[in-house]
């Protein structure tokens, strides 16, 4: 391997950490949360069906050592 | 009351009973009384890395049938007094094990033992919970290669969800041993290092074993590799096994190829 090829290309055992991070943060939440799917889909229905809305985002963030399930609703204007 | 050390994995193939027979072998001549029992119904491959196959007549459903007492099925292991084995069941039929029976079979160990060593199903087989429910620590096996690595955080997720001690709410200790390094492509920065599998793991490192050319030949004749004081698998194993006796063991690096000579002895004397 030639210094060139050094700058060209990441190592591969790099890739492989990049990889199996986000693979294991992710199988680590669908152990935690597994309806977390099924949960998003329903709170939509709900919220569809009392309100006109434009947009629901749901998103699951870590503050500290807690998490935190955050649910954003952006209703249309003149309601 | 002796300590249960379940030695788990994500998958098959990492070295599991190599490890699990090597660290009962080591703990046993640092003068642990310890038992290593083959938990892997239907494959029965530590008898073999042991060396014992010719010897086993009764297993562990005979004992937890109690068709006979645990003693006439505990083989002993000539290289040291201190170790005994108990060899898995032929049985296809994993539905053998139930809790209970594991229960008291494991009492009757506690009893009388100091080291009782597991040598568990890989994570994805039935009957790794069984492996895992009585354990007081999990050693888990990996090797730096990614699906061993994901695969083991789902089996160290099981441990934390469906043992014992877990479910009285208590932590179970787990300790890392990364198993068959290549310094040379660590070097080369085409494998992860020690230090990135524990970057992602988040768990305790007890031991790194380097890739060796005796772990064949020691599986072929069935003479283990910490019993062979050339190799540098058998020396790893040998420092795992004194770190569990509770020596303080500095971790040797063996992600740097051997090459010798001065420039390595000067850099032992100074750093």
């Known amino acids: 391997m030639s210094l060139f090829d050094f700058f060209k290309k990441k190592k591969s055992a790099q890739k492989a950490k990049d990889r199996l991070s986000v693979a294991i943060a992710l199988d680590r939440d669908s152990n935690i949360y597994p309806h977390l799917d099924q949960m998003k889909q329903e709170i939509m229905e709900v919220v569809k069906k009392y309100s006109q809305i434009k947009d629901v985002s749901i998103t699951k963030d870590k503050v500290g050592d807690k998490d935190i399930l955050d649910i954003e609703i952006v209703l249309e204007e003149g309601r | ?271």
């Open chain 2, 1 to 271: 009351m002796g300590i249960i050390f379940s030695v788990i994995s994500g998958k098959g193939g990492v070295g599991k009973t190599t490890t699990s027979a090597n660290l009962a072998i080591g703990t046993a001549l640092h003068g642990k009384k310890t038992v290593v029992v083959d938990f892997d119904i239907g494959q029965r491959n530590l008898d073999m890395i042991l060396g014992l196959e010719n010897r086993v007549v009764y297993d562990i459903t005979h004992v937890m049938d109690e068709d006979v007492k645990l003693h006439q099925a505990l083989i002993p292991f000539k290289k040291s007094k201190n170790l005994s084995f108990l060899a898995a069941s032929q049985t296809k039929d994993k539905t053998v094990l139930s809790k209970e029976k594991v229960q008291k079979l494991l009492e009757q160990l506690k009893k009388e033992f100091d080291y009782i060593f597991i040598d568990a199903p890989a994570g994805i087989e039935s009957g790794f919970e069984h492996a895992v429910h009585f354990a007081d620590a999990v050693i888990v096996v990996v090797n730096p290669e990614v699906s061993s690595i994901r695969d083991s955080d789902r089996a160290i997720g099981i441990v934390d969800a469906k043992s014992k001690k877990a479910q009285e709410g208590k932590e179970v200790p787990k300790y890392l041993v990364i198993n068959r390094i290549n310094p040379e492509l660590v070097q080369k920065g085409e494998m992860l290092s020690s230090e990135d599998i524990l970057d992602i793991l988040e768990i305790d490192l007890i031991g790194k074993v380097p890739e060796d050319q005796y772990i064949i030949e020691a599986s072929n004749t069935g003479h283990p590799v910490i019993l062979n004081s050339e190799s540098e698998a058998g020396k790893a194993f040998d420092r795992i096994s004194r770190r569990l006796c509770g020596e303080d063991v500095a971790f040797e690096d063996v992600e740097t190829p051997k090459k010798g000579g001065l420039l390595k002895s000067l850099k032992k004397i100074f750093l």
